[in-house]
């Protein structure tokens, strides 16, 4: 049984039964019949699904709020940028996989990407249209039915993403399946099932990839993050502490790549903590519905005590709480803006993915020491580096160990680059050109003169 609970206000939206095994045979022949069929998406098909997702993105966006908290602006926004998705998939699709002509001493050589058939899209909560979307998007347009297994408390989202692949014509190419957790082994070992893409935990993705290597089936894991968001001596301050606010609390501080460790080089580091702690205090916490706010509940009651924890560990750790760490009173699932400092790069709160408005930040002694704290992790998905020296900028960004990077601005997923972590944050990617290669036969070709 899958259930939708606001977080806001605690209330039981939906629930919603577990499909049949009947049920998922069903959907699963579905799936691989319109691969042997052959699934074809139309530019024009991607372009009405991005239309459809601007005249609905109201409703829609009300809906993700509802069922995970997000404020409704970003969730509007989130609409919006699947619709962005839509577009650049429906200009790009054909081109990206238009097979690349290689010169040898055949007549004719290339290598072309054909499709490996469904793809199983097993999703978190805390982006439930934009995950979906860039996951599913690149396999459907590259020829691969998806079968989605969405998070239970976004069950909503999930039916409501499957209706927009319908709206466009792919009732038998796009599939949600409401299924327990353990019913993942089942899924992933089906003959039917050719490729795995997740977006998780490290727990979710180690057990996913040990089933997709025993069924030997391509995988996608996009994991956890802890990135780093490093300020040199030369950066404006101001601006990058301003940044900082956001770049953590972006969904509640519930994103993969939300800069998470705030590595400071020790001149600047006292006037950046003042001015990083009074941007989080003006972070308006409350009703996520209103347009007000910036900050709502965290998902679920689960994570908000998970959070909570990583606050007092670190706390007797030996870090200083310099603003927030208790839950909030009242109703939902709310949880005060937290900053701590730390001495120790060991820390709880910079070795452990934190879900939530947590900010820590670390002093380094010059550039060469911030990419070392910086690469002392386990996780490697995203990163920020601010300095006015762009050279020595792009230097560094070499170094640091991560999927992504960006220079003077928070770290944001583009559908035009790819997205994807190293290390414990997981491998392959997804989006740009890369993103639609992952679940497709890159098959050479060789033909001869008689």
Request: with cysteine.
């Amino acid at each position: 049984m899958a259930k939708s609970i606001n977080p806001a206000t605690e209330e039981v939206i939906q629930e919603y039964k577990d499909f049949s095994e009947d049920r998922v045979e069903s959907i699963l022949q579905q799936a691989d019949d319109a691969y042997r069929d052959g699934v074809k998406v139309s530019a024009d098909q991607l372009h009405k699904a991005a239309e459809h997702l601007k005249e609905k993105k109201d409703e829609f966006g009300a809906l993700i709020t509802s069922e995970m908290g997000k404020p409704i602006t970003q969730s509007i926004a989130e609409v919006e940028k699947c619709a962005q998705l839509c577009e650049y998939y429906a200009k790009n699709a054909a081109s990206f996989l238009e097979p690349r002509i290689i010169q040898t001493e055949s007549h004719k050589s290339y290598v072309r990407y054909d499709p490996i058939g469904p793809v199983l899209a097993i999703m978190p909560w805390n982006f439930p249209f934009w995950q979906i979307f860039r996951a599913a998007v690149p396999a459907l347009s590259a020829g691969n039915p998806v079968i989605l297994k969405h998070a239970s408390n976004v069950t909503g989202s999930a039916f409501a993403v499957q209706e927009v692949f319908r709206f466009i014509g792919l009732e038998r190419e796009f599939h949600t399946v409401v299924v327990p957790g353990n019913k993942m082994e089942r899924l992933i070992s089906d003959p039917s099932i050719r490729g795995v893409t997740l977006t998780g935990s490290e727990a979710a993705g180690r057990s996913v990839a040990k089933l997709a290597g025993q069924n030997l089936k391509k995988c996608v894991l996009e994991l956890g993050g802890s990135d780093p968001f490093i300020v040199l001596a030369d950066a404006d301050v101001q601006k990058a502490a301003r940044t900082a606010a956001q770049a953590r609390c972006i969904n509640s501080g519930q994103s993969c790549i939300a800069a998470k460790r705030f590595i400071i080089e020790s001149s600047i580091a006292e006037s950046f903590i003042e001015a990083f702690a009074a941007a989080l205090k003006d972070l308006k916490v409350g009703d996520p519905t209103s347009e007000n706010t910036e900050i709502g509940p965290l998902a679920r009651d689960d994570l908000r005590s998970d959070l909570h924890d990583q606050v007092q560990r670190s706390v007797q750790e030996g870090a200083r709480l310099i603003l927030g760490g208790e839950k909030k009173n009242g109703k939902g699932y709310f949880y005060e803006t937290t900053l701590v400092s730390t001495d120790s790069a060991y820390n709880v709160a910079l070795q452990d993915e934190t879900f939530g408005p947590l900010a820590a930040v670390i002093q380094a002694k010059d550039p060469d020491d911030a990419v070392e704290i910086a690469n002392n992790s386990r996780f490697g998905l995203g990163g920020s580096l601010w300095t006015s020296d762009l050279d020595r900028a792009e230097e560094l960004c070499s170094r640091v160990e991560t999927g992504s990077i960006t220079v003077n601005d928070l770290l944001r997923s583009d559908v035009r680059m790819p997205f994807g972590g190293i290390k414990d944050s997981g491998f392959g990617r997804e989006l740009g050109q890369e993103g639609i290669l992952e679940f497709v036969n890159h098959k050479s070709v060789r033909i001869n003169r008689n």
